[in-house]
């Protein structure tokens, strides 16, 4: 197959490719003139990235003095492309500055102030390619800098460096574009560089055979070319017939082998390698005489210009420099574009400081005469007819008039089934369209939201991965945890049922609350002959500690005396529920407060023990004297004002504790008042908080439990409506539990309250609360 | 200094809308030419009238959908079509028919539909056909050649018979169609019609003066005329050369067989090409970019169908003619043809669309 290819290329046969257009060609405005040699410019502007990659890294500082050839940046990566001073200076600047983009963006540059001197740093001439390996050659290749100067500037180490079967390597000498002479004039003046690079390419990849594709318009070029490859048999020149874009890759490769680039591919899957001959020469001055790519030929072109013509430029030279060599006179035209690159695809540059790069062969400043579209500000764009003429000289075979509809609805997945990413933004559709259309633009912006589209899709499938890792990973925190607190638990119970000082102090704890239950559930049973047995955990009670029996039967004792007390003197004492309920509002979160301080102190037991027994008697006289509501109320004022101080200071414990005496004895007689309700509800309670629900939001949602114990003494006090005596008691009894009682007794109080306020209102809505 | 900034590419071929409009327009004028020097003033004072027409109602929706006007007004899409209606009507129907045809040409068939580029229907055929189904009396009053009408038709008689349907000296427009004979005198192809209808075979229809020496008196010129102007428009490269191609073929054919099968009740094929409208709707109607398929592939199916469908109305239709029904009803299915027609894309697979 390569061999009939062959044939026929030797026949001067070539396939054709779709499309296509003949603009302008202006080649004439610079072909026949010398590649001219610039005085050096005062400034260089050097960006750090010059191709399609990453920029190297940095290897000089402001205020260094380089040498011509000396290497600014390095390539640590393959795809890291490395620059050299084209010139001897000093560096005075590395800073942001407009590059040669079509959007103007800004990039990191290195400013180079020319010392004239053009000194060269020390350089290994190559006598003898042989001499050399492979491996040397494409690391002289990578150091030198160089990446395809046809435009698209992918490094050119990686594509010598590819290994599999290469069965052509086409030179691109074609250079379609309108008015660009550089490699013209490049194959005209340096046949001979340029095809020893070709030679050190056919050392490198090793093709069957080479292809130099040169456009008919140039017969000085093809003759050059011809006579320095005369005697090499593997080289043929291909001379083909001049149509705008057949200097693109994938045209090219049509037109010399018929065969397509399948889309999404790259031609090295077909056995194919294309340089462009300035790259050859680059590589050649690069492996042979050791000069990186430093400079390069432009052409500067248009009829603003009064000399147009090739130039040989140093990477880095501002494009005002260019332009002034070569004699620009309409420039004050403020609407005077300048191109870099051709006519087709080259991009407008937004400032005279853009600096020539690797890949820039071209400046092209148009007058208004030769290119009118150039110069209109405002789009002519009409309505398109569907005339297809844009879909007759597509390169591609796309329908850019359909695609245009697309793009300008932003349907993008259509966009997608027409095959936008094939197109090669070659511009033949806009050249031709009579609508005035700027199709190239559209695909352009279509292109660049479908990209990003993507970016976001592939963003948001990530996030989604994260997501999802992470639900997972919350899924079997929580199993752990509960995991956790199961053994803990168990662990707890295990603690509490060996008779370890700090499991009886717990059991102590448990024992007094279910004594106070037992003595509520008595003293109810009395007081209301009301066959009301809560559900109280009795299970519990027969963990209780045996030595402790004693003492908590002399607290039941106690605490039945009281409530007999308390309840006749209730009985005649109208309380005023409302007003109580409404003070003491805000004493529950108070007295926890100054309960959950209490454990801090432990040497004030016995002090606390004798206030909280004359904070009893004094509650018995009280309860007994006070009839009248309205004298309640100012009581209970004067109560909280010392509860509030009692909170505050630490060491007023005593009083704390006599004020939560005082406010339980009042709570007890509103309780009394309201038994039957008060009643009801404390058995639902009851049945609840048995159930295991804790934080039962009917009647205590307002009261959290610090400790396990805590609850478990809440479980108890929620039924004791009357008094927590027995478990201040119980806590006088055993000086290691003194701490937990008084919070069972503070949460007591609160659970007292709550149930008070609960059982005014009930008054209102009865049974809706239950 | 900032410079001039613009999206590549940067260059263009300096066509335009309106020059491709008017290309058209000049490539009509050998076959209008033929039909002023063969059925008098009639045609031209159409066209005028429904250029006027067109002019206004372009004006009015575009000042009213807020479109620039210098733009669009002038960009001889409207007036193009208002030619076209111009051409195609009867010579002596009265003055309304053209105003009403070319406004619901443009008002309704382009404007409302979205003004140039974005209409579905061929304007100037969608208004003829209108005119054709809501005024049939009107326009069927096909006026003889020139040479075979007794009166002197010359311009103020035309005008007159236009405006007021008689001519200066008072001739209604029967008076004016009716031969020396006494008979009617109707177009060929509708003569052929009722002949074949009649039983007559086509050699002793073709006996009818209206015919002439060749095909049809006065109407081949005009479609030749017609085929001038669409060679040269396709050597202009202003229409694709697969829609005319195929559709003359085609009607080539479907004729060719017909006439092969039963020479006595099928005409020519010679006379399909060069009566009625064939030529105008080849290089002229068929070839509207915006209302046809636009792949070549397409183009050709569209042609070859169109061929097909004019055959078929002019045989066995309740109309003479058909290429306006056919162009209409292959309008309707360009869009699905371009859907199917798609070309492969470089790079990609055949049928890997």
Redesign the interface.
Known sequence: MVESIIERITRGHFWD??GG?H??EQKFLTASKPIKQLTLPKQLIIPLQQHIGREGDLLVSIGDHVLKGQALTLGTNPMMVPIHAPTSGTISAIKLSVIAH?S?LSQLCIFLDVDGEDTWRKRDICPDLGLLSNSEIIEKISDAGIAGMGGAGFPTHIKVSSKPDINFLIINGAECE?YITADDLLMMEHSDAVVDGIKILDKLLKPAFILVAIEDNKPKAIKAIQQATANIEKIKVCVVPTKYPAGGE?QLI?ILTGQ??????LPIHSGIVMQNVATCFAINEAVRHDTPLIRRVVTVTGQALDKPQNVWALLGTPI?FLLEQCHVHA?EN??????M?G??????????LVPIVKTSNCI?V?SKVE??????KES?E????????C?DVC?????P??LQWSAKAKDYSQLE???LR?CI?C??C???????I?L??YY?IAKAEIREQQQLDLKAEKAKVRFEARKLRLEKEKIARQEKHKKAAAARKAAMNKATPEATGAKSAVAAALARVKAKKASQGLAQNRDNTPTSPADLSTDIADDQKSQVSAAIARAKAKKKLKAEAANKAPSSSESVSETLKSKPEKEQEAATQQPSVGDKKAKIAAAIAKAKAKKLAKSTEITESDKATVNCISEKAVVEKAVNTDDKKARVAAAIAKAKAKNKALAKANAKAVDEQSIETNESSADGNSNSTKTDGNSSQPSQVAQENTVANKTDNISSNPSLAGSKSNAAMDKKSKIAAAIAKAKAKKKLKEASSIEKTDQDSV | MAFWIASSPHNHNHTKTPNLMRLVIYATLPGVLAQWYFFGWGNLIHIGLAMATALVCEFTVLSLRKKPISHELFDGSALLTALLIGICLPALAPWWISVIGTMFAIVIVKQLYGGLGHNPFNPAMAGYVMLLVSFPLQMTLWQPPLTLVAVDLNFSNTLTTILTGFTVEGYSVEQIRTSIDGITMATPLDTLKTNTGLGLTVFESIENPVFGNNFALGWEWINAGFLLGGIFLIFKKAIAWQTPVSFLLSLFICSFISYSLSPDSSASTMFHWFSGATMLGAFFILTDPVTGATSNKGRIIVGLLAGLLVYLIRTAGGYPDGVAFAILLCNMSAPLIDQYTRPRTYGHLKGDK
């Open positions: 490719f779709h257009i603009p302008p079509p103007g309108p994938k049509q397509e680039v399948a889309s999404g591919r005002n420039i403020q609407k005077q574009p300048v191109i690159g006519p087709m695809m080259g991009f407008s540059v937004s400032s005279e092209l148009p290119m009118p579209s150039a110069f209109e002519k009409v309505e398109c007819i569907r005339c297809g003429q879909s390169p591609s075979q796309l329908l008039q359909e089934k027409l095959n094939d933004d511009g033949a806009a050249y031709v369209c009579p609508s005035q700027p190239v633009h352009r």
